[in-house]
């Protein structure tokens, strides 16, 4: 059964720093091209940041590039992404998502997801 657990969301002013992981059980960890992806309300889903199987090649929305950074430990069987200088338009909630080794950008193309972890940025 595939399961995806993200943790390390929460409150955080403006400026400052969380680090979410996301651990991706039930099936070979290192096929699946993984994927950050992020929903405010009343807003449509925003693939947030994309890594490859082997995490040689990342891809990251305008909007994060320079402040997030994507990575994967396939040894873990673990995803993070690590968010420096959060601005209140990083308020969402945070979902990850993996595809069975095709690469994507789309968040409609991920075929497992996660429960989400809750992002908020206070200004």
């Known amino acids: 059964q595939v399961q995806l657990v993200e943790s390390g969301g929460g409150l955080v002013q403006a400026g400052g720093s969380l680090r979410l992981s996301c651990t991706d059980s039930?099936?070979?960890?290192?096929?699946?091209?993984l994927g950050w992806i992020r929903q405010a309300p009343g807003k449509e889903r925003e693939l947030v940041a994309a890594i490859s199987r082997t995490g040689r090649v990342a891809n990251y929305a305008d909007s994060v590039k320079g402040r997030f950074t994507i990575s994967r430990d396939n040894a873990k069987n673990t995803m993070y992404l690590q968010m420096n200088s959060l601005k209140p338009e990083d308020t969402a909630v945070y979902y990850c998502?993996?595809?069975?080794?095709?690469?994507?950008?789309?968040?409609?193309?991920?075929?497992?997801w996660g429960q989400g972890t809750q992002v908020t940025v206070s200004s």
């Open positions: 039930g099936r070979t960890f290192s096929n699946n091209a």
């Open positions: 998502a993996d595809r069975n080794w095709v690469y994507t950008t789309t968040p409609d193309e991920y075929q497992y």
